[in-house]
């Protein structure tokens, strides 16, 4: 069993494991292990328990980070797994139990995400659900300000679509940031996850917290030196 920890990497709605690939790149140059989950979008407890099967089968210990909505998927997760030693909370909600990701920003200024949605429908055993994305004309702005015009025209064409029910499930376990330690990076030009917000979340979770300055809501993407040397922090205090 190793003894160093892995890093579990969970994105967010609208994107994909490939949206970790400058953090993982960094964090292989300084010896340290991760794998980026392919998180289902399809539902809170679905999803943080799809994560924490995930973590149950990694030998040894593990620091999850959570991106956007990857932040209550973490912090469901982490309750479920006992090897979780620490989370890392990039751009994200930051939710409490019986809170959902939408209810965590409520009182908080509309950002632009909130009207670019647009809705889709598939089915389900039942019959059919909504699930949403990001309206191309507008993704630029809403997900990756700071970004290549090149880079967001292929992200937008490539999301992943997150199903109604994601966002808007409370938490319906004890948060896993009550046992834990845990890291946030603030994105201060985020117009997905209002930065107030954001702040508010990390001081609710009682977590170290860094600011990235003008980062636009992809930053593991935009500014993943900060990110890794989050992360990375947070390995060195758990390892």
């Known amino acids: 069993m190793s003894t160093n920890p892995t890093v579990v990497l969970v994105h967010g709605a609208f994107a994909d494991g490939s949206s970790w690939a400058p953090v993982v790149e960094r964090l292989r140059a300084q ?3 991760s794998l980026a989950v392919s998180n289902p979008l399809r539902g809170l407890t679905y999803d943080g328990d799809y994560v924490a099967s995930v973590v149950n089968q990694i030998d040894g210990p593990v620091v999850l980070v959570g991106h956007s909505y990857g932040g209550p998927v973490i912090t469901h997760a982490g309750s479920k797994a006992e090897n979780v030693k620490g989370l890392v909370f990039v751009a994200s909600f930051g939710v409490d ?19 670019s949605l647009v809705p ?7 019959g059919t659900d909504t699930e949403f994305t990001i ?9 990756g300000a700071d970004l290549p015009a090149e880079f967001n025209a292929t992200a937008a064409v490539s999301q992943r679509p997150v199903a109604q029910g994601a ?3 409370p938490l319906g376990v004890e948060p896993a940031w009550k ?7 603030v994105a201060t030009a985020d117009h997905a996850i ?17 600011e990235v300055e003008g980062g636009s ?23």
């Open 120 to 126: 889709h429908q598939f089915p389900t055993a039942e």
């Open 194 to 210: 209002d930065p107030d917000s954001q702040r508010a979340a990390a001081k609710r979770l009682g977590a170290t917290t860094i």
């Open 97 to 115: 139990q019986g809170v959902s990701a939408l209810g965590s920003v409520e009182g908080f200024p509309e950002v632009e995400l909130g009207t």
């Open 135 to 143: 309206r191309l004309d507008a993704f630029s702005s809403v997900f």
């Open 31 to 33: 010896g340290i292990e």
């Open 179 to 185: 046992k834990l330690p845990s890291w946030f990076a």
């Open 217 to 239: 809501h992809s930053i593991a993407v935009s500014r993943p030196e900060e990110v890794t040397a989050l992360i990375v922090a947070a390995v060195t205090a758990v390892a």
């Open 167 to 169: 966002l808007g499930e």
